[in-house]
């Protein structure tokens, strides 16, 4: 009979207690005992949501402190030198080091954060690991062993989540000296084998080994690699269940089906035509276990498809046969029956984490017992459920479609090149040389919390929360001033996510109250769900910037999402193309744009920090991606006026393989993330001699220390050696809403220090 199993749950919780116990604990409002008491009542939570929901073997070490990646370098021995202690084993203070920066008092003396980048191409952060030539691994982090035992003392059947020894080297990078990090795949796999003998004392019978770059253009010494490693770990105890997911095989689906362990799963969802061809190529005696539910997606399976897959596969496989979601469920919200404000249609269309463990062990059952009228019952509902949706009349709206047929080529391009246009703006605009601005918000106070919250539920009129948010905006604009910032922004006050505030204002979007899932960190965002064409009613933003600039007479940058990052960080529909959704997305937005523009905004900047996160993991998709995604921001950009300066913010990512699209979206201003990478990034934009504008973030906004004027105008020299100061700007890494308001105020300072400094420098040469 298939087995049903899940390869990751949710770990924040259904009312985001991770995140507020850690967010807690980093201010010393808990002591370390309090922190690790909720992680133990989430886990024993969520294993037992994820069995009453129909789920047999069940996921540990999935659960995190702060992200995966970052446990498996506390696990490896993986701890660069800046947050070693002189004595002791690192703790749960060196991980959120290693996350998070440390201060001149804190532990370390002071260290700046990881590089963090997103995990393939989904919107979650993880904490890049960093390698030295002479690299050593050592097995000195338990966490993983303390939860087996806990599971199992609550009776639970147990599968142990790895990432494998391939994938954790891959997702790193080389420090100091130049050398390959293949290299150190012979020392790490010894780490690999301690972990399993350790597990298989604890009568662990299957391990689950992640090797996502599996779904990836591997290079053959990689692809070899593979084979070695598996090769000697095979000899280590244990039933191993090589996990892929986010993409197909193809060229490596022999190698995976060839790998020398017991079992393999593969992503029936992202690349269901791999299906066949798995059957063919497997070994008789391995497990091949099926990902027919979307674990990064929000709506019901279509069961009888899924069924009818099923059903191939067991003819071929039997007992062989094991079902789950496609990836973990890390991307998807806990509980769909938290939602008490969607309205029933909508709800119904829909399934969370738990949900989606319930349609794995529905479609086992039907495996099982096809016949049970209850099984029967609820295919026939789910029939019915996808019939609704797909005649539904609030998906398709007429209006919508005769617009995006009236698009010309046209409406995608600006009226003159760059080096006309930067001339006009230069003009208008009278910035100094190495002008100064931040990425958008700033904190999100508990003043501002506190006031949306009473205006939501009716506690004080729009009148009242209106002049709540202008008192802030009016703040906000004093503090820039203050320090002497020479491009202002409103501070998004009114804000409370830069997707979710948008799609609120767009007819398409619905919402819900608990959907959060973890983007890093004690980080949540609770995306918006698309579910029908998509247009805009009325401004969206124009009165709060039309105040913001009322208030000051320097230059106020209109802040907006762009389409793709609308799309991206959204719950899209799955019944039309996304590169549809993004031309509906730009129409919108592209009418906010030209409506700031009228009411005298010079500055408009359209965010698109999920650009490259959309790219396809294999290349052969990657032009086709590029194309739709550049479109899309020119078309929501390009109606405006030559002098109107139009900006764009991406964040960690790396840039060099799409540099020329980012050059083709032909925004006159480009913000990125590159202080965590030491101004690494800025190389691709070297290379490629960017001909716009750039301004490369100068300090981390994620982390809580204060960088000195030292570090950031080291920094920003880096910059200048890179990109002509004339074509250079400064500002931080992204968006301050994040952080409180002394450390914004000494941050900024120190910036604006350091760029006086650095334009004296310039001046005298």
């Given at each position: 009979?298939?087995?049903?199993?899940?390869?990751?749950?949710?770990?924040?919780?259904?009312?985001?207690?991770?995140?507020?116990?850690?967010?807690?604990?980093?201010?010393?409002?808990?002591?370390?005992?309090?922190?690790?008491?909720?992680?133990?009542?989430?886990?024993?939570?969520?294993?037992?949501?994820?069995?009453?929901?129909?789920?047999?073997?069940?996921p540990v070490g999935d659960f995190a402190w702060y992200d995966q990646v970052l446990t498996h370098s506390l696990t490896f021995g993986v701890i660069p030198e800046r947050f070693q202690r002189h004595a002791g084993t690192p703790d749960l203070d060196t991980l959120f080091g290693m996350a998070r920066g440390v201060s001149q008092s804190g532990c370390c003396g002071g260290a700046h954060a990881e590089e963090m980048t997103k995990w393939f191409d989904t919107n979650y952060h993880y904490l890049v690991p960093e390698f030295s030539a002479d690299q050593q691994f050592a097995l000195n982090w338990e966490q993983l062993f303390d939860e087996v035992t806990e599971?199992?003392?609550?009776?639970?059947?147990?599968?142990?989540v790895l990432i494998g020894p391939l994938s954790y080297l891959w997702l790193g990078k080389e420090k100091g000296s130049p050398f390959n990090r293949l290299a150190l795949l012979e020392r790490l796999l010894p780490v690999y084998g301690e972990i399993l003998q350790?597990?298989?004392?604890?009568?662990?019978?299957?391990?689950?080994?992640?090797?996502?770059?599996?779904?990836?253009?591997?290079?053959?010494?990689?692809?070899?690699?593979?084979?070695?490693?598996?090769?000697?770990?095979?000899?280590?105890?244990?039933?191993?269940?090589?996990?892929?997911?986010?993409?197909?095989?193809?060229?490596?689906?022999?190698?995976?089906?060839?790998?020398?362990?017991?079992g393999l799963h593969i992503d029936l969802v992202r690349a269901p035509e791999q299906f066949p061809a798995i059957l063919d190529r497997l070994p008789a005696y391995k497990v091949l276990s099926l990902g027919l539910v979307n674990g990064r997606n929000v709506w019901r399976t279509d069961l009888q498809q899924a069924l009818t897959v099923?059903?191939?596969?067991?003819?071929?496989?039997g007992p062989r046969l094991w079902l789950a979601p496609s990836c973990s469920l890390l991307h998807c919200p806990v509980d769909l029956q938290r939602e008490d404000q969607l309205d029933d249609e909508l709800k119904s269309w829909l399934a969370f984490a738990v949900q989606k463990c319930e349609e794995v062990a529905l479609l086992a059952r039907a495996l099982r017992q096809p016949e049970c009228p209850e099984v029967q019952s609820a295919l026939a509902q789910n029939r019915a459920l996808q019939a609704s949706r797909a005649a539904s009349p609030r998906i398709h709206k007429p209006q919508v479609q005769a617009r995006l047929a009236a698009i010309t080529p046209a409406d995608s391009r600006r009226q003159s090149p760059f080096a006309m246009r930067s001339a006009q703006q230069r003009a208008r605009l009278d910035l100094p040389p190495l002008p100064t601005t931040t990425i958008g918000s700033f904190p999100q106070t508990p003043a501002i919390r506190l006031a949306r919250q009473a205006f939501k539920a009716g506690r004080?009129?729009?009148?009242?929360?209106?002049?709540?948010?202008?008192?802030?905006?009016?703040?906000?604009?004093?503090?820039?001033?203050?320090?002497?910032?020479?491009?202002?922004?409103?501070?998004?006050?009114?804000?409370?996510?830069?997707?979710?505030?948008?799609?609120?204002?767009?007819?398409?979007?619905?919402?819900?109250?608990?959907?959060?899932?973890?983007?890093?960190?004690?980080?949540?965002?609770?995306?918006?769900?698309?579910?029908?064409?998509?247009?805009?009613?009325?401004?969206?933003?124009?009165?709060?910037?039309?105040?913001?600039?009322?208030?000051?007479?320097?230059?106020?940058?209109?802040?907006?999402?762009?389409?793709?990052?609308?799309?991206?960080?959204?719950?899209?529909?799955?019944?039309?193309?996304?590169?549809?959704?993004?031309?509906?997305?730009?129409?919108?937005?592209?009418?906010e744009v030209v409506d700031l523009e009228a009411a005298g905004i010079g500055i408009i900047q359209i965010?698109?920090?999920?650009?490259?996160?959309?790219?396809?993991?294999?290349?052969?998709?990657?032009?086709?991606?590029?194309?739709?995604?550049?479109?899309?921001?020119?078309?929501?950009?390009?109606?405006?006026?030559?002098?109107?300066?139009?900006?764009?913010?991406?964040?960690?990512?790396?840039?060099?393989?799409?540099?020329?699209s980012i050059a083709a979206m032909d925004a006159d201003v480009i913000t990125i993330e590159t202080s965590r990478s030491d101004m690494e990034l800025l190389q691709a934009f070297e290379r490629f001699d960017?001909?716009?504008?750039?301004?490369?973030?100068?300090?981390?906004?994620?982390?809580?220390?204060?960088?000195?004027?030292?570090?950031?105008?080291?920094?920003?020299?880096?910059?200048?050696?890179?990109?002509?100061?004339?074509?250079?700007?400064?500002?931080?890494?992204?968006?301050?809403?994040?952080?409180?308001?002394?450390?914004?105020?000494?941050?900024?300072?120190?910036?604006?220090?350091?760029?006086?400094?650095?334009?004296?420098?310039?001046?005298?040469?």
């Open positions: 009979m298939a087995l049903t199993h899940n390869l990751g749950f949710p770990r924040i919780g259904r009312d985001r207690e991770l995140k507020k116990a850690l967010e807690a604990y980093w201010k010393g409002d808990i002591d370390q005992a309090a922190l690790l008491e909720v992680g133990r009542r989430l886990r024993a939570e969520h294993w037992h949501l994820q069995q009453q929901a129909g789920i047999e073997l069940l599971a199992q003392a609550l009776g639970y059947r147990v599968k142990p350790r597990l298989a004392e604890q009568n662990v019978e299957w391990v689950q080994i992640d090797e996502p770059i599996l779904s990836l253009d591997l290079p053959q010494d990689w692809k070899n690699a593979f084979e070695r490693a598996y090769n000697l770990l095979q000899k280590e105890p244990c039933k191993k269940l090589v996990a892929s997911y986010f993409a197909g095989l193809e060229e490596n689906l022999g190698l995976a089906a060839g790998l020398p362990v017991d099923l059903q191939q596969a067991e003819e071929r496989l004080i009129s729009a009148a009242e929360y209106t002049e709540a948010m202008h008192s802030e905006i009016r703040h906000a604009v004093a503090v820039q001033e203050q320090l002497g910032l020479d491009v202002l922004v409103h501070g998004e006050a009114e804000r409370n996510d830069m997707v979710e505030y948008f799609a609120e204002q767009l007819d398409g979007y619905a919402f819900t109250r608990y959907g959060w899932v973890q983007s890093y960190g004690s980080r949540c965002v609770k995306p918006a769900i698309i579910y029908g064409d998509l247009s805009r009613p009325q401004p969206m933003t124009l009165d709060w910037i039309r105040f913001a600039q009322s208030c000051t007479d320097k230059p106020m940058k209109g802040m907006l999402t762009g389409p793709v990052t609308m799309l991206m960080w959204s719950f899209s529909r799955d019944d039309i193309p996304r590169e549809q959704q993004a031309r509906q997305l730009a129409l919108a937005i592209r009418d965010d698109e920090a999920a650009f490259r996160e959309g790219l396809p993991l294999r290349r052969a998709g990657w032009q086709a991606y590029l194309d739709w995604a550049t479109e899309a921001f020119r078309l929501t950009a390009s109606g405006v006026r030559d002098e109107t300066q139009i900006h764009t913010h991406m964040c960690y990512s790396e840039f060099n393989d799409v540099i020329e960017y001909p716009n504008e750039i301004g490369p973030g100068v300090y981390d906004i994620h982390s809580p220390r204060v960088p000195a004027v030292e570090d950031m105008l080291r920094l920003l020299r880096k910059a200048a050696e890179r990109i002509a100061p004339e074509r250079l700007w400064v500002n931080p890494d992204c968006g301050l809403k994040t952080r409180g308001w002394e450390e914004t105020r000494a941050a900024l300072g120190n910036m604006l220090e350091a760029t006086r400094q650095l334009r004296g420098e310039l001046v005298q040469e």
